[in-house]
Protein backbone atom coordinates (compact mmCIF):
# COMPACT_ATOMS: atom_id res chain seq x y z
CA UNK A 1 0.00 0.00 0.00
CA UNK A 2 1.73 3.56 -0.68
CA UNK A 3 1.58 5.71 1.76
CA UNK A 4 0.52 9.46 2.08
CA UNK A 5 1.06 12.32 4.24
CA UNK A 6 -1.44 12.96 6.92
CA UNK A 7 -3.75 16.25 5.92
CA UNK A 8 -4.88 18.03 8.80
CA UNK A 9 -9.01 18.57 9.42
CA UNK A 10 -8.46 22.80 8.39
CA UNK A 11 -6.45 21.58 5.32
CA UNK A 12 -8.69 19.46 3.87
CA UNK A 13 -12.14 21.58 4.45
CA UNK A 14 -10.02 24.15 2.56
CA UNK A 15 -9.06 21.69 -0.21
CA UNK A 16 -13.02 20.68 -0.72
CA UNK A 17 -14.14 23.91 -0.74
CA UNK A 18 -11.63 24.65 -2.84
CA UNK A 19 -12.59 22.04 -5.25
CA UNK A 20 -16.17 22.99 -4.90
CA UNK A 21 -15.59 26.42 -5.70
CA UNK A 22 -13.83 25.35 -8.90
CA UNK A 23 -16.33 23.12 -10.06
CA UNK A 24 -18.75 25.74 -9.67
CA UNK A 25 -17.18 27.77 -11.67
CA UNK A 26 -16.77 25.32 -14.53
CA UNK A 27 -20.87 24.17 -14.12
CA UNK A 28 -21.80 28.03 -14.21
CA UNK A 29 -18.57 30.42 -15.03
CA UNK A 30 -19.33 34.20 -13.70
CA UNK A 31 -23.49 33.59 -14.05
CA UNK A 32 -23.83 36.92 -12.22
CA UNK A 33 -20.75 38.63 -13.02
CA UNK A 34 -19.81 40.35 -15.59
CA UNK A 35 -15.89 39.56 -16.86
CA UNK A 36 -13.09 41.95 -17.19
CA UNK A 37 -12.16 43.96 -20.06
CA UNK A 38 -8.66 41.87 -19.88
CA UNK A 39 -10.96 38.82 -19.97
CA UNK A 40 -13.28 39.43 -22.73
CA UNK A 41 -10.07 40.13 -24.55
CA UNK A 42 -8.38 36.83 -23.98
CA UNK A 43 -11.51 34.80 -24.02
CA UNK A 44 -12.16 36.44 -27.92
CA UNK A 45 -8.40 35.66 -28.83
CA UNK A 46 -8.30 32.41 -27.73
CA UNK A 47 -11.70 31.43 -30.11
CA UNK A 48 -11.20 33.49 -32.84
CA UNK A 49 -7.46 34.35 -33.35
CA UNK A 50 -8.08 37.77 -33.38
CA UNK A 51 -8.87 40.71 -31.16
CA UNK A 52 -11.68 42.26 -30.75
CA UNK A 53 -13.11 45.45 -32.25
CA UNK A 54 -13.34 47.88 -29.49
CA UNK A 55 -17.18 48.25 -29.47
CA UNK A 56 -17.23 44.52 -29.52
CA UNK A 57 -14.86 44.00 -26.37
CA UNK A 58 -17.12 46.30 -24.38
CA UNK A 59 -20.00 44.31 -25.44
CA UNK A 60 -18.15 41.14 -24.65
CA UNK A 61 -17.14 43.05 -20.87
CA UNK A 62 -20.45 43.78 -19.23
CA UNK A 63 -21.73 40.06 -19.87
CA UNK A 64 -21.24 36.73 -17.78
CA UNK A 65 -17.85 34.42 -19.13
CA UNK A 66 -19.74 31.82 -20.83
CA UNK A 67 -22.23 34.26 -22.68
CA UNK A 68 -19.17 36.24 -23.94
CA UNK A 69 -17.68 32.91 -25.04
CA UNK A 70 -20.43 31.92 -27.09
CA UNK A 71 -20.64 35.65 -28.57
CA UNK A 72 -17.05 35.13 -29.68
CA UNK A 73 -18.30 31.86 -31.16
CA UNK A 74 -20.17 34.42 -33.74
CA UNK A 75 -17.37 35.59 -35.32
CA UNK A 76 -16.54 34.83 -39.21
CA UNK A 77 -12.55 34.32 -38.07
CA UNK A 78 -13.90 31.60 -35.46
CA UNK A 79 -15.47 29.47 -38.73
CA UNK A 80 -13.25 30.81 -41.76
CA UNK A 81 -9.59 30.16 -39.27
CA UNK A 82 -10.05 28.22 -36.05
CA UNK A 83 -12.53 25.71 -36.77
CA UNK A 84 -10.60 25.32 -40.36
CA UNK A 85 -7.78 24.74 -38.79
CA UNK A 86 -9.00 22.87 -36.14
CA UNK A 87 -10.12 19.85 -38.84
CA UNK A 88 -8.08 20.18 -41.62
CA UNK A 89 -5.13 17.61 -40.18
CA UNK A 90 -7.93 14.78 -40.53
CA UNK A 91 -8.27 14.93 -43.94
CA UNK A 92 -5.09 13.52 -44.87
CA UNK A 93 -2.52 10.66 -43.59
CA UNK A 94 -0.17 13.61 -43.11
CA UNK A 95 -2.56 15.43 -40.45
CA UNK A 96 -1.36 18.78 -42.62
CA UNK A 97 -3.08 21.75 -41.97
CA UNK A 98 -1.88 23.16 -45.01
CA UNK A 99 -4.86 21.47 -47.18
CA UNK A 100 -7.53 22.94 -49.41
CA UNK A 101 -10.91 23.51 -48.03
CA UNK A 102 -12.90 20.11 -48.63
CA UNK A 103 -16.23 18.59 -48.24
CA UNK A 104 -14.48 16.68 -44.69
CA UNK A 105 -13.90 20.53 -43.24
CA UNK A 106 -16.31 22.09 -44.33
CA UNK A 107 -19.05 19.93 -42.74
CA UNK A 108 -17.11 19.55 -39.72
CA UNK A 109 -17.66 23.48 -39.71
CA UNK A 110 -21.23 24.09 -40.86
CA UNK A 111 -21.80 20.75 -37.86
CA UNK A 112 -20.75 23.47 -35.30
CA UNK A 113 -21.94 26.50 -36.51
CA UNK A 114 -25.69 24.75 -36.66
CA UNK A 115 -25.32 23.28 -33.29
CA UNK A 116 -25.94 19.72 -34.18
CA UNK A 117 -24.87 16.80 -32.29
CA UNK A 118 -21.50 16.24 -33.35
CA UNK A 119 -21.46 12.68 -32.80
CA UNK A 120 -23.58 12.34 -35.81
CA UNK A 121 -20.50 13.38 -38.02
CA UNK A 122 -19.42 9.66 -38.35
CA UNK A 123 -23.54 8.30 -39.04
CA UNK A 124 -25.24 10.85 -40.70
CA UNK A 125 -26.46 11.90 -44.21
CA UNK A 126 -25.09 15.41 -44.60
CA UNK A 127 -22.60 17.24 -45.75
CA UNK A 128 -22.39 20.99 -45.66
CA UNK A 129 -21.39 22.89 -49.17
CA UNK A 130 -21.03 26.28 -50.82
CA UNK A 131 -24.66 28.11 -50.64
CA UNK A 132 -26.34 28.78 -53.75
CA UNK A 133 -25.57 32.12 -55.46
CA UNK A 134 -21.89 31.98 -55.16
CA UNK A 135 -21.43 31.27 -58.85
CA UNK A 136 -19.31 27.91 -57.77
CA UNK A 137 -18.74 24.89 -59.62
CA UNK A 138 -21.12 22.30 -58.48
CA UNK A 139 -20.36 19.90 -56.27
CA UNK A 140 -18.37 16.98 -57.81
CA UNK A 141 -17.91 13.71 -56.47
CA UNK A 142 -14.41 13.81 -59.26
CA UNK A 143 -12.59 16.55 -57.89
CA UNK A 144 -12.42 19.20 -55.20
CA UNK A 145 -13.22 22.37 -57.22
CA UNK A 146 -16.41 23.68 -55.62
CA UNK A 147 -14.72 23.93 -52.41
CA UNK A 148 -11.49 25.30 -53.82
CA UNK A 149 -13.19 27.77 -55.45
CA UNK A 150 -15.35 28.59 -52.34
CA UNK A 151 -12.18 29.31 -50.22
CA UNK A 152 -10.68 31.29 -52.88
CA UNK A 153 -13.73 33.51 -53.37
CA UNK A 154 -13.22 35.00 -49.45
CA UNK A 155 -16.74 34.38 -48.29
CA UNK A 156 -17.67 34.17 -45.00
CA UNK A 157 -17.93 30.09 -44.34
CA UNK A 158 -19.90 31.36 -41.07
CA UNK A 159 -22.80 32.72 -44.00
CA UNK A 160 -22.31 31.17 -46.77
CA UNK A 161 -22.41 27.19 -45.75
CA UNK A 162 -25.77 25.42 -46.18
CA UNK A 163 -26.58 21.81 -45.44
CA UNK A 164 -27.28 19.28 -47.98
CA UNK A 165 -28.28 15.89 -47.62
CA UNK A 166 -24.97 13.29 -48.53
CA UNK A 167 -27.00 10.92 -50.08
CA UNK A 168 -28.39 13.61 -52.50
CA UNK A 169 -25.10 14.80 -53.94
CA UNK A 170 -22.73 11.68 -53.74
CA UNK A 171 -24.60 9.18 -54.86
CA UNK A 172 -24.55 6.62 -52.29
CA UNK A 173 -27.82 5.22 -50.99
CA UNK A 174 -28.49 6.59 -47.54
CA UNK A 175 -28.09 3.98 -45.81
CA UNK A 176 -24.48 3.83 -46.96
CA UNK A 177 -23.79 7.26 -46.20
CA UNK A 178 -21.32 7.46 -42.95
CA UNK A 179 -21.17 11.37 -41.92
CA UNK A 180 -17.33 12.88 -42.88
CA UNK A 181 -16.26 9.12 -43.16
CA UNK A 182 -17.96 9.18 -46.68
CA UNK A 183 -17.04 12.35 -47.76
CA UNK A 184 -15.15 12.61 -51.04
CA UNK A 185 -11.96 14.02 -49.02
CA UNK A 186 -11.95 11.32 -46.55
CA UNK A 187 -12.44 8.56 -49.16
CA UNK A 188 -9.62 10.01 -50.97
CA UNK A 189 -7.59 10.00 -47.97
CA UNK A 190 -8.41 6.60 -46.64
CA UNK A 191 -10.62 4.00 -48.91
CA UNK A 192 -7.56 4.51 -52.22
CA UNK A 193 -5.35 1.74 -52.07
CA UNK A 194 -4.59 -0.59 -49.21
CA UNK A 195 -7.32 -2.57 -47.42
CA UNK A 196 -9.18 0.27 -46.01
CA UNK A 197 -7.92 -0.64 -42.36
CA UNK A 198 -6.73 3.44 -43.29
CA UNK A 199 -10.17 4.70 -42.60
CA UNK A 200 -10.51 2.79 -39.59
CA UNK A 201 -7.16 3.58 -37.57
CA UNK A 202 -7.20 7.44 -38.65
CA UNK A 203 -10.90 7.78 -37.43
CA UNK A 204 -9.61 5.96 -34.40
CA UNK A 205 -6.89 8.44 -34.11
CA UNK A 206 -8.48 11.81 -35.23
CA UNK A 207 -12.01 10.98 -33.34
CA UNK A 208 -11.03 8.49 -30.04
CA UNK A 209 -7.57 9.85 -29.40
CA UNK A 210 -5.90 6.77 -29.76
CA UNK A 211 -3.67 5.35 -32.37
CA UNK A 212 -3.29 1.39 -33.06
CA UNK A 213 -0.39 1.27 -30.47
CA UNK A 214 -2.49 2.74 -27.63
CA UNK A 215 -5.49 -0.55 -28.21
CA UNK A 216 -3.30 -3.10 -28.87
CA UNK A 217 -4.66 -5.89 -26.91
CA UNK A 218 -3.04 -9.69 -27.92
CA UNK A 219 -6.29 -11.65 -25.57
CA UNK A 220 -8.77 -10.89 -28.09
CA UNK A 221 -9.95 -13.91 -30.64
CA UNK A 222 -7.94 -14.26 -34.09
CA UNK A 223 -10.53 -15.62 -36.00
CA UNK A 224 -11.47 -12.47 -37.84
CA UNK A 225 -7.70 -11.88 -38.90
CA UNK A 226 -7.73 -11.43 -42.91
CA UNK A 227 -5.71 -13.77 -45.10
CA UNK A 228 -3.09 -10.32 -45.78
CA UNK A 229 -1.63 -10.87 -42.46
CA UNK A 230 1.27 -13.61 -42.30
CA UNK A 231 1.09 -15.82 -39.15
CA UNK A 232 4.99 -16.09 -38.93
CA UNK A 233 6.63 -13.15 -40.12
CA UNK A 234 9.99 -14.00 -40.89
CA UNK A 235 9.82 -17.54 -39.98
CA UNK A 236 8.65 -16.54 -36.60
CA UNK A 237 4.73 -17.06 -35.23
CA UNK A 238 5.46 -15.28 -32.07
CA UNK A 239 5.98 -12.01 -33.72
CA UNK A 240 2.20 -12.74 -35.06
CA UNK A 241 0.78 -13.97 -31.60
CA UNK A 242 2.47 -11.06 -29.82
CA UNK A 243 2.78 -7.75 -31.98
CA UNK A 244 0.43 -8.28 -35.10
CA UNK A 245 -2.48 -9.92 -32.97
CA UNK A 246 -2.66 -6.83 -31.02
CA UNK A 247 -3.88 -4.52 -33.63
CA UNK A 248 -5.35 -6.49 -36.56
CA UNK A 249 -7.63 -8.79 -33.73
CA UNK A 250 -9.77 -5.70 -33.00
CA UNK A 251 -9.06 -3.64 -35.68
CA UNK A 252 -10.22 -6.37 -38.90
CA UNK A 253 -13.31 -7.52 -37.67
CA UNK A 254 -14.30 -3.26 -37.13
CA UNK A 255 -12.96 -2.60 -40.56
CA UNK A 256 -14.99 -5.02 -42.14
CA UNK A 257 -17.10 -2.56 -41.75
CA UNK A 258 -16.08 -0.77 -45.08
CA UNK A 259 -16.13 -4.07 -46.99
CA UNK A 260 -18.40 -2.55 -49.82
CA UNK A 261 -16.30 1.03 -50.66
CA UNK A 262 -13.33 1.95 -52.67
CA UNK A 263 -12.18 5.17 -54.26
CA UNK A 264 -11.41 4.33 -57.41
CA UNK A 265 -8.58 6.75 -59.58
CA UNK A 266 -5.65 6.42 -62.64
CA UNK A 267 -2.56 5.57 -60.37
CA UNK A 268 -0.29 5.97 -63.29
CA UNK A 269 -2.14 9.90 -64.77
CA UNK A 270 -3.32 10.56 -60.91
CA UNK A 271 -0.81 9.63 -58.65
CA UNK A 272 -2.91 11.56 -55.81
CA UNK A 273 -6.75 10.41 -56.86
CA UNK A 274 -7.24 14.04 -57.18
CA UNK A 275 -9.44 12.99 -60.20
CA UNK A 276 -10.91 9.63 -58.32
CA UNK A 277 -14.43 8.83 -56.68
CA UNK A 278 -15.90 7.18 -54.28
CA UNK A 279 -17.71 3.95 -55.10
CA UNK A 280 -19.99 1.82 -53.30
CA UNK A 281 -20.82 -2.09 -54.10
CA UNK A 282 -24.82 -1.49 -54.03
CA UNK A 283 -27.06 -4.48 -53.68
CA UNK A 284 -27.21 -6.92 -56.40
CA UNK A 285 -23.36 -6.01 -57.52
CA UNK A 286 -20.59 -8.74 -58.02
CA UNK A 287 -17.21 -7.89 -57.68
CA UNK A 288 -15.22 -10.04 -60.06
CA UNK A 289 -12.58 -10.39 -57.94
CA UNK A 290 -14.36 -11.56 -54.95
CA UNK A 291 -17.89 -12.88 -56.36
CA UNK A 292 -19.58 -10.59 -53.69
CA UNK A 293 -20.56 -7.32 -52.67
CA UNK A 294 -16.65 -7.09 -50.98
CA UNK A 295 -14.74 -5.00 -52.91
CA UNK A 296 -11.77 -6.88 -54.46
CA UNK A 297 -9.21 -4.87 -52.18
CA UNK A 298 -9.71 -7.13 -49.16
CA UNK A 299 -8.57 -10.34 -50.99
CA UNK A 300 -4.85 -8.12 -51.78
CA UNK A 301 -1.76 -10.70 -50.49
CA UNK A 302 -4.35 -13.29 -49.59
CA UNK A 303 -1.54 -15.91 -50.20
CA UNK A 304 0.12 -14.90 -47.46
CA UNK A 305 -2.15 -17.19 -45.17
CA UNK A 306 -4.37 -18.74 -47.17
CA UNK A 307 -6.67 -20.46 -44.16
CA UNK A 308 -7.09 -16.62 -42.41
CA UNK A 309 -10.12 -14.95 -43.02
CA UNK A 310 -12.21 -14.42 -45.90
CA UNK A 311 -14.59 -11.37 -45.86
CA UNK A 312 -17.91 -12.33 -46.97
CA UNK A 313 -19.92 -9.13 -46.12
CA UNK A 314 -19.58 -5.56 -44.32
CA UNK A 315 -20.91 -7.47 -40.94
CA UNK A 316 -18.67 -5.98 -38.20
CA UNK A 317 -18.12 -7.07 -34.70
CA UNK A 318 -16.42 -4.97 -31.64
CA UNK A 319 -13.91 -7.79 -29.94
CA UNK A 320 -13.29 -4.69 -28.42
CA UNK A 321 -16.12 -4.41 -25.64
CA UNK A 322 -14.02 -6.91 -24.00
CA UNK A 323 -10.60 -6.76 -22.45
CA UNK A 324 -8.28 -3.53 -21.35
CA UNK A 325 -9.99 -1.78 -24.60
CA UNK A 326 -13.33 -1.86 -22.35
CA UNK A 327 -12.03 1.42 -20.79
CA UNK A 328 -12.93 3.50 -24.21
CA UNK A 329 -16.40 3.34 -22.85
CA UNK A 330 -18.78 1.28 -25.12
CA UNK A 331 -22.04 3.04 -25.30
CA UNK A 332 -25.31 0.58 -24.53
CA UNK A 333 -27.59 2.25 -26.49
CA UNK A 334 -27.33 2.31 -30.20
CA UNK A 335 -25.42 -0.93 -32.10
CA UNK A 336 -23.80 -2.71 -29.30
CA UNK A 337 -20.93 -4.01 -30.51
CA UNK A 338 -22.44 -5.30 -33.71
CA UNK A 339 -23.66 -4.83 -37.25
CA UNK A 340 -23.27 -4.07 -40.62
CA UNK A 341 -21.52 -1.28 -43.10
CA UNK A 342 -20.17 2.31 -41.86
CA UNK A 343 -23.44 3.81 -40.75
CA UNK A 344 -23.73 1.61 -37.64
CA UNK A 345 -20.07 1.52 -36.91
CA UNK A 346 -19.71 5.68 -36.57
CA UNK A 347 -22.69 4.80 -34.21
CA UNK A 348 -20.83 2.57 -32.52
CA UNK A 349 -17.45 4.63 -32.34
CA UNK A 350 -19.31 8.16 -31.58
CA UNK A 351 -21.48 7.05 -29.04
CA UNK A 352 -18.42 5.82 -26.64
CA UNK A 353 -16.70 7.87 -23.71
CA UNK A 354 -13.29 7.88 -25.47
CA UNK A 355 -14.94 9.85 -28.70
CA UNK A 356 -16.92 12.67 -26.22
CA UNK A 357 -13.48 12.67 -24.26
CA UNK A 358 -11.68 13.10 -27.52
CA UNK A 359 -13.23 16.31 -28.69
CA UNK A 360 -12.92 17.72 -25.25
CA UNK A 361 -9.42 17.16 -25.26
CA UNK A 362 -8.82 18.66 -28.88
CA UNK A 363 -10.98 21.87 -28.26
CA UNK A 364 -9.44 22.53 -24.99
CA UNK A 365 -5.89 22.08 -26.61
CA UNK A 366 -7.05 24.25 -29.76
CA UNK A 367 -8.45 26.94 -27.74
CA UNK A 368 -5.99 27.06 -24.84
CA UNK A 369 -2.63 25.81 -26.31
CA UNK A 370 -1.90 23.37 -23.36
CA UNK A 371 -3.20 20.16 -22.16
CA UNK A 372 -6.53 20.00 -19.99
CA UNK A 373 -6.15 18.79 -16.84
CA UNK A 374 -8.14 15.55 -15.61
CA UNK A 375 -10.58 18.01 -13.32
CA UNK A 376 -11.13 19.93 -16.56
CA UNK A 377 -11.69 16.74 -18.78
CA UNK A 378 -13.76 15.52 -16.07
CA UNK A 379 -15.89 18.85 -16.27
CA UNK A 380 -16.56 19.06 -19.97
CA UNK A 381 -17.13 15.49 -21.32
CA UNK A 382 -20.81 15.29 -19.29
CA UNK A 383 -21.61 18.77 -20.96
CA UNK A 384 -20.59 17.71 -24.46
CA UNK A 385 -22.60 14.31 -23.66
CA UNK A 386 -25.79 15.62 -22.66
CA UNK A 387 -26.01 17.44 -26.11
CA UNK A 388 -23.18 16.37 -28.54
CA UNK A 389 -22.39 20.46 -29.04
CA UNK A 390 -18.96 21.10 -29.76
CA UNK A 391 -19.60 25.10 -30.05
CA UNK A 392 -20.46 25.04 -26.11
CA UNK A 393 -17.40 23.17 -25.63
CA UNK A 394 -15.20 25.83 -27.17
CA UNK A 395 -16.42 28.76 -25.30
CA UNK A 396 -16.52 26.63 -22.16
CA UNK A 397 -12.80 25.99 -22.77
CA UNK A 398 -11.86 29.49 -23.56
CA UNK A 399 -13.64 30.51 -20.20
CA UNK A 400 -11.25 27.85 -18.08
CA UNK A 401 -8.11 29.28 -19.57
CA UNK A 402 -9.18 33.24 -19.89
CA UNK A 403 -6.59 33.36 -16.87
CA UNK A 404 -3.66 31.88 -18.43
Known sequence: MTSRSPIGRSSLCKTITAACLLTTFVIAPG????????????????????????????????????????????????????????????????????????????????????????????????????????????????????????????????????????????????EATAGIMTSRAASQAYFSGGTNRAMFRFTLL??????????????????????????????????????????????????QAFAYYDFEYDADAD?????????????????????????????????NFEHGYVTPDDHWDNYWRQGPNARLGWSSNGPDGSGSGAKSLGMELAQSEAFAECQVKKVFRNVCFREPARSQIEALTPEFTNDGNLRKIFARSAVMCMGD
Open 206 to 255: NHLCNDLEQVNDVTRPTDRIRQDISRSPGGDSRVFLNSCVGCHSGMDPMA
Open 31 to 174: AANAISRDQAKRIHERITGVPPTAEKLTEMAGKDAITAALDATENPAFYDVTLKNFAAPWTNEAMSSFVPLNDYTATVIGAVRDNRDFRSILFGDYLYTGGSGLGLPAYSNTNNAHYEQLEKSGVSLKDNLQYVMQSAVNGLPP
Open 271 to 303: PDGNLGRLVYNTVGTVDPETGTRVQGKYLINSA
